[in-house]
């Protein structure tokens, strides 16, 4: 049984290189890799700029996945902007993690369990969207907060878990240094999502738990993604492992 997943910083569906408000692209971005399950980060609610829409909503519509759940992380004169998951499956359990650090963003994670139903079999699979801080050591203890969260730190290890997110991790140390000694797989750790028009850092990552398996991942590349936000999307293909 195969899942795709994919984690997108849509930058509140300004194009990373005009600057122009277009969700329109996001969606044909999106609708493009047809993706289980949606991690999105910068995502707008209610705000000015993104005409007052409710992004997550009008999103999960347009892509035909019915089960949403939003956090509203930075707050605005007008509206707010988050995380997002967006998932073709039923989202239960849904529980923000506050990452915040003194004198630093607002930032939190969204946790939701998914229930990934196939034809003869089905699987719960912990999924977070988070965006992390810019700072090297901001990010290290947000992490470290995030795995320590009651919903991951009790999670059997036969369970899946998928962390979807912008990372900020310019250098690539996250994996190494905090997700591989809590037994956590990148999905690939070397593919450049930023900028999006000529990326050359490695923001955004997929890490991965449990009994599945990564069977292949990419950045999202289309016409479309290079112009949608300033990030590319990162693709990832799963196959649960049935006899777990």
Known sequence: MRLRVVTYN??????????????????????????????LQEVDDGVRRSRFQQQAEVLAERLALPNVAFQRNVKLKQGAYGNAILSRFKLSDVTHVDLRIPLKKNRRALLAHSLVRGENHRHRVLVASLHLGLAGFERQIQLRRLLQHPMLEHTSSRSAIVLGGDYNDVWG?????????????????????????????????????????????F????????QASDHLPLVADFEFREDD
């Open 10 to 39: 849509i930058h509140k569906g300004i194009g990373g290189v005009d600057r122009k408000y277009r969700l329109e692209r996001v969606i044909e971005t999106l609708a493009h890799f047809d993706a289980d399950i949606v991690c």
């Open 173 to 217: 140390t996250l994996g190494p240094n905090v997700m591989h000694p809590a037994g956590f797989h990148s999905a690939c750790h070397t593919t450049k999502t930023f900028p999006a028009v000529l990326p050359i850092r490695p923001l955004d990552q997929i890490f991965y738990r449990g009994p599945i398996e990564l069977n292949h991942a």
């Open 219 to 226: 950045a999202g590349r289309s016409k479309a993604a290079r």
